[in-house]
Structure formats: structure tokens, C-alpha cells
């Protein structure tokens, strides 16, 4: 098989431990890309934090950010696809969360904002590379309709909330995780394996044609509908078990052994 497009993940898929691009991992996309093959970057990151790595690595394609709720250009920031979450749903939302003390993202025009600058929420800032407006009362800020909000907590937090909100709101919403302490809440028909057939579509490339490699729960549906869907050797178990190959870790230049295996002639 011919592979066409490859879309990746950015944390703890491209990116090693210290958030960094290995000099293999770029260098196997810098051969693909010659050799033109479409290079996507999914992540579940704001646009602006996953624009300057697009940049480093010299990509001119579609970035696919907030876990698929926003398509843009790399270069020119022109909006290809998008899907927010509703206003009064989303202060609906936060008259829910906010009472009950968690650190909340919400995100509006790829700027965050928050009530306060926590512990957690500022760790969440080193990791992204990016800024922060503290606002207070994040429900009687908001004004119009956010791209994602994001819940910071411990994982077992998160796994209880996640089943109260599906409960409260059902189809309406769709939830997330990127990370074991992270949960994504985005608009209903949002992912990236739907992200990803936009693209896909937009370039007149099948399924069969795609690579896709994650490690996380918010990249199973991506994995699904990519011909080839890869999982990382640093992602749990239960979800290596989903994909049609393993590749070596973050921390083991997995990304451009995937290339170099599949697409690098």
C-alpha cells in the first residue's frame, strides 16, 4: 500500500519526554514530506501551541487542533473547519463545574482562559508553551461560544465526572481524554477521526491511504478510520490492543520508525 497522508500526535507520540522532536523523528518527516507525502499534526492543543511545532518542522498542510473542533492552514491561519461548542451550552456547563472547584480551561478565539492560575493550570501552561488570562468567574466572563473546556484533575476524578456529564448531557457533548489528567469536553460530532476525513476528503485520499499514530484515548477513533492505525509502545495496553501495529516509544524515535517502515522508499 501506497500511503499518502500520515497524521500524528503531538504529546507523548511525537514528542519525547521533555516535549521535544528527536533529530530521527524529524528528519523521517523532512524525508516524507519530500517524497510528498502529506504530513498532518492532531493534537487536542490550542492552534497557536500547535502552529510553532508545524512551523519547526517546515509544514505547509492542514494542523488539526483541539482534539478536531478546529482545522486551519499552518502558514495563514485560515479557518478550513470548525465546530464550537455551543454558548448556552457551554455556560450551562460551567454553572455545573465551576462551584464544585475544578481547574477549568476555556478556550475562545485559540486564547485560554481560566478563574485562577492553580498548581495544575500551570503546569498545563509550561507543557503547552503558551499563556494564560485569569478572569475569575470563567461562567460570567464567557461571551460566546468556546471552541473545548478542559477539566484538570486526577484520573479517577475525571472518570466520575466523565460518567456524571454524559449522564447530564448526553449526545449533546463529546468528551475526551488526551491525557490521564486531562478531559476534553467538545462540541458533539467533534474527534479527530472526523477531522481527519475532512482532510482526507479536501485531498481526495481514501482510508486505505492514511497512517494515523497516537497514544491516547482521544486518538482511538483517528487509529480507526486510518488504513494503518498505529498505536505508541508507551500507550496502555488496553489500547495497543486497538491497533493495527506497535511502534516503538516516544522515547524510541517511534514515530519515524513507523516512516520508515511504511512510507520512506
Excluded at 59 to 70: D, K, R
Excluded at 205 to 233: C, H, K, W
Amino acid at each position: 500500500m501506497s500511503y499518502k497522508l500520515v497524521a500524528i500526535d503531538l504529546d507523548d507520540t511525537l514528542l519525547n519526554d521533555d516535549l521535544e522532536i528527536s533529530p530521527a523523528n524529524r528528519e523521517a518527516i523532512e524525508m516524507a514530506v519530500e517524497q510528498g507525502v502529506v504530513v498532518i499534526l492532531s493534537t487536542g492543543r490550542m492552534f497557536c501551541s500547535a502552529q510553532r511545532i508545524a512551523q519547526s518542522l517546515h509544514l505547509n498542510f492542514p494542523l488539526l487542533s483541539y482534539n478536531g473542533a478546529l482545522i486551519k492552514n499552518t502558514l495563514d491561519g485560515k479557518v478550513l473547519y470548525s465546530n464550537y461548542l455551543p454558548f448556552s451550552l457551554a455556560k450551562n456547563i460551567l454553572e455545573f463545574l465551576e462551584p464544585q472547584g475544578y481547574d477549568l480551561n476555556c478556550y475562545v478565539d485559540d486564547k485560554l482562559y481560566v478563574k485562577e492560575i492553580s498548581p495544575r493550570i500551570r503546569e498545563y501552561i509550561n507543557v503547552a508553551n503558551v499563556s494564560a488570562e485569569a478572569v475569575g468567574n470563567l461562567t460570567s466572563f464567557l461571551k460566546t461560544e468556546p471552541i473545548k473546556l478542559l477539566v484538570l484533575d486526577e484520573e479517577k476524578v475525571l472518570d466520575r465526572l466523565a460518567e456524571t456529564l454524559k449522564r447530564i448531557y448526553g449526545e449533546k457533548i463529546t468528551l475526551a481524554k488526551s491525557k490521564p489528567h486531562y478531559l476534553d469536553i467538545v462540541n458533539k460530532g467533534v474527534s479527530k477521526g472526523i477531522a481527519l476525513k475532512q482532510i482526507c476528503q479536501s485531498f481526495g485520499f481514501t482510508p486505505q491511504e492514511v497512517i494515523a499514530i497516537g497514544d491516547s484515548y482521544n486518538d482511538l477513533d483517528m487509529i480507526r478510520f486510518a488504513g494503518l492505525g498505529v498505536m505508541m509502545g508507551n500507550a496502555r495496553d488496553e489500547l495497543k490492543k486497538l491497533a493495527d501495529y506497535v511502534a516503538p516509544s516516544n522515547l524510541e524515535d517511534g514515530v519515524a520508525h513507523v516512516l520508515k517502515k511504511f512510507v520512506l522508499e
